[in-house]
């Protein structure tokens, strides 16, 4: 055979060979059965679990697979972690930013069957603002008795005021008992009905988080907030650090600004 025959042989080769890898084929998994493995524009359908470790133990902050989240003792919770609504795959198209960067350049190469941990790095998981940092004194005090608008006092509590009748309030966890409700000044006037010694949780008490009276009087309540590091407030914030004089408020994602680990496991890919 001619030099010039062999030139086209390995010619041909390498063009195909390019061409194979653009148009995302892996090594053959059976004669003649080609793998689709997973680029840019790919359409990939997953299943998967992301978590944190803290401790150096892992934490699930988010799944997909009811087997991890109903099993409590092997897969233990991150505070923000949600049940999910469903346990259908996770969709999504490679490069179009509908998933994280690190996760979008984690399932990169990969093919259907194949399962993976991927490491995020903060730089491509989720910023974190120190802005939304907010620090608050761990002790305070108020007056026993408050004038404040009606409707105010109906954010407070959720209820319209009548005199002599009572209220939750969602702000403290005690009551309140109202005086007078002035329907030309659209006001109330109110005792805080709060007494020493005694602990009162807002968000109750599967939420450690309390105003601890120090000293209440006929005029005065002085009280103190005892709480817990990462717990984890209903209106979103979670408590980041504690100091003798304050406490810090964390608006970010409980995830932001940490490593991330996520257990992949490819469904599909078109």
């Known amino acids: 055979m001619k030099l010039s025959t062999y030139a086209i042989i390995v010619i041909i080769i390498l063009v195909a060979a390019i061409v194979g890898a653009y148009l995302g084929y892996n090594a053959l998994t059976a004669p003649g059965k080609p793998v689709k493995v997973i680029k840019n ?44 609504s469903s346990f259908s795959p ?3 198209t490679v490069g179009s930013g509908q998933v994280i960067q690190g996760l979008n350049n984690g399932v990169i190469g990969m093919a259907p069957g194949e399962t993976k941990i991927i490491v995020v790095p903060p730089s491509e998981g989720y910023s974190y603002n120190a802005s939304l940092v907010h620090e608050i004194p761990r002790y305070g005090n108020i007056s026993r008795i408050q004038n404040i608008s009606i409707s105010q006092f109906e954010n407070k509590t959720g209820g319209v005021p009548k005199s002599g009748s009572v209220y939750f309030d969602k702000t403290f966890g005690w009551y309140d008992l ?27 008490n599967n939420v450690s988080w309390g105003y601890f009276v120090k000293y209440s009087n006929s005029s005065t309540i002085e009280y103190e907030i005892v709480t817990q590091i990462n717990t984890y407030l209903p209106y979103g914030a979670y408590v980041s650090s504690i100091t003798n004089s304050s406490i810090a408020l964390n608006f970010n994602n409980y995830i932001a600004g940490k490593t991330l680990y996520f257990y992949v496991d490819i469904i599909s890919v078109s």
Do not use: C, H
């Open 41 to 84: 524009g790919s359409e990939v359908s997953l299943y998967y679990y992301g978590y944190i470790i803290i401790n150096g133990t892992p934490y699930i902050f988010a799944t997909n697979m009811k087997s991890v989240a109903n099993n409590n003792q092997t897969y233990l919770k991150a505070i923000d972690f949600r049940y999910p």
């Open 90 to 92: 996770l969709n999504f």
């Open 178 to 204: 109202v005086l007078n409700v002035n329907a030309i000044t659209e006001t109330v006037t109110y005792e805080n009905d709060a007494y020493s010694g005694q602990t009162y949780y807002p968000y109750g």
